[in-house]
């Protein structure tokens, strides 16, 4: 973590993660529905990945946010036999790493003691099979308003108002599990 210069401040983190006894999906070749989605634990899983973050000095009180991270997930042990009454498990697919690519951008407006203004994009591009149902290549916008209506020594009170996923986008890896649409929240806040 650094800065480059009096303008930017960057960060870069690299990680390595490892997980034994994993819980994975086991993959079958026939049997009942009920039998297609099996999670147990088995095997192990390891995660490598670097995440970049920079953003500017503000001017005029406005500052700019990138972020991008990238992560390769890998598994090592196929799945064992499954217990019964379950079917034996097929093989695990030839292809066991999966690469997930993440990317934020923001523009943040900041009065000092006053007004906060920000709107954020989102976007993670996972590495899933088109015929899933997903669909995940669309960017989630957020908007986030906090303004301070009273303050002393002892207590800090606000007013905020977010919006999330502004434009009702589409952003899901399961059909059977969409994200919301456009949905907001709002109120008072009082710290002290």
């Given at each position: 973590e650094s800065s480059v210069t009096e303008y930017v401040w960057a960060k870069t983190t690299a990680f390595y993660h490892e997980l034994d006894n994993a819980i994975q999906k086991a993959y079958y070749e026939s049997g009942p529905p009920l039998y297609n989605d099996l999670f147990i634990n088995y095997g192990k899983i390891r995660r490598k990945g670097i995440e970049l973050e920079?953003?500017?000095?503000?001017?005029?009180?406005?500052?700019?946010?990138?972020?991008?991270?990238?992560?390769?997930?890998?598994?090592?042990?196929?799945?064992?036999?499954?217990?019964?009454?379950?079917?034996?498990?097929?093989?695990?697919?030839?292809?066991?790493?999966?690469?997930?690519?993440?990317?934020?951008?923001?523009?943040?407006?900041?009065?000092?003691?006053?007004?906060?203004?920000?709107?954020?994009?989102?976007?993670?591009?996972?590495?899933?099979?088109?015929?899933?149902?997903?669909?995940?290549?669309?960017?989630?916008?957020d908007i986030n308003i906090r303004k301070k209506i009273f303050s002393t020594e002892m207590t800090n009170t606000e007013l905020f108002f977010t919006a999330h996923n502004i434009f009702s986008a589409s952003y899901y890896t399961m059909a059977d599990f969409k994200n919301p649409q456009r949905w907001v929240e709002g109120g008072a806040r009082v710290t002290f």
């Open positions: 920079a953003e500017t000095a503000p001017f005029n009180n406005v500052s700019l946010k990138a972020g991008f991270l990238y992560v390769r997930t890998t598994s090592g042990a196929p799945p064992p036999a499954a217990p019964a009454p379950f079917p034996a498990p097929a093989p695990a697919p030839s292809n066991d790493a999966i690469d997930l690519y993440a990317y934020n951008i923001g523009i943040k407006y900041e009065e000092k003691n006053s007004l906060t203004a920000g709107l954020f994009g989102h976007l993670t591009w996972w590495d899933e099979l088109e015929d899933s149902g997903a669909i995940y290549k669309n960017i989630i916008w």
